[in-house]
């Protein structure tokens, strides 16, 4: 009872006074439930019984379950961050969580898309709109904003209609931590929205739809699996192409940037990263892209 009660408590850290969202606190809460049921396990009757040992143990029977690094890194970082709060809130009288250490992530370059898949990919949309169906107009605006933008998919389907300026082609998302951004798109994303809100939106929209951007078949507010849904078919259909996901749309949209000369800290802004080392991967993509051709036309590469 004392674990879970300590747990109850931290979230309502994480969210009151962190401002974490919803899904981030569930991902923390995860983690530390599967700790304490380890460590009951192990023979720690209270939370003072958690020692270097067990958080170790954990971590090294999760390892040994295939767990990849990221995934370790991710728990280590939710164990130190509760631990820290244990500590100041004199639930335990020594941080055990101080010389835990995880494996380093594992720096991988994200797919990106070539503009001539991206040509390919929205040409079947446009073609598919056409044909006025609510659905296939809802697509083609979802798909044409994600890369227009580079927003993450959980921002794409909390964005309500007042969130559009249409005349400035700008929008307004809450992003991690509830920090606000504006970011501008382009006239393909302008065209292809103003076509849903005029011809499919109305024909999906119901008494649940509230103001929200991008409605469901049913006419509430779309989700996140149904936009991965909708964009894993599409990226399927792409040969010769690593990318998957939505967030391959947001990578092409943050590597072509890059590439087209546009300075990082505006990228930075753009896809609302709190630190720009994390926008500094997409340089790498572009170097790596830049050796890539490099290879491939220099006579003596």
Known sequence: MEFHAAVEGFCRYLAAERG???????AY???LIQLLDYALASGAGKLQDLDLGILRGWLGELSASGQARA???RRAATVRSFANWA?????????????LKAPKKEKTLPGVLRTSQLDELFASLKAAAAEGEPVSLRDRAMVELLYATGIRVG????LDVDDLDPDRRTLTVIGKGNKERTVPYGLPAALAVDDWLRRGRPALAGADSGPALFLGKRGRRVDQRQVRSVVAVLLDALPDTSATG????????ATHLLDGGA????VQEILGHS???TTQLYTHVSVDRLRQSYSQAHPRA
């Open 20 to 26: 974490r969202s919803e899904h981030t606190v569930r």
């Open 29 to 31: 809460e995860s983690d």
């Open 71 to 73: 995934t370790l890194a």
């Open 87 to 99: 500590l100041r809130e004199e639930l335990i009288s020594e941080n055990p969580a101080l010389r």
């Open 155 to 158: 921002e794409l389907s909390g």
């Open 246 to 253: 939505p967030h391959a749309l947001r990578h092409s949209a």
């Open 263 to 266: 300075d990082l800290r505006a």
């Open 275 to 277: 630190s720009l080392a």
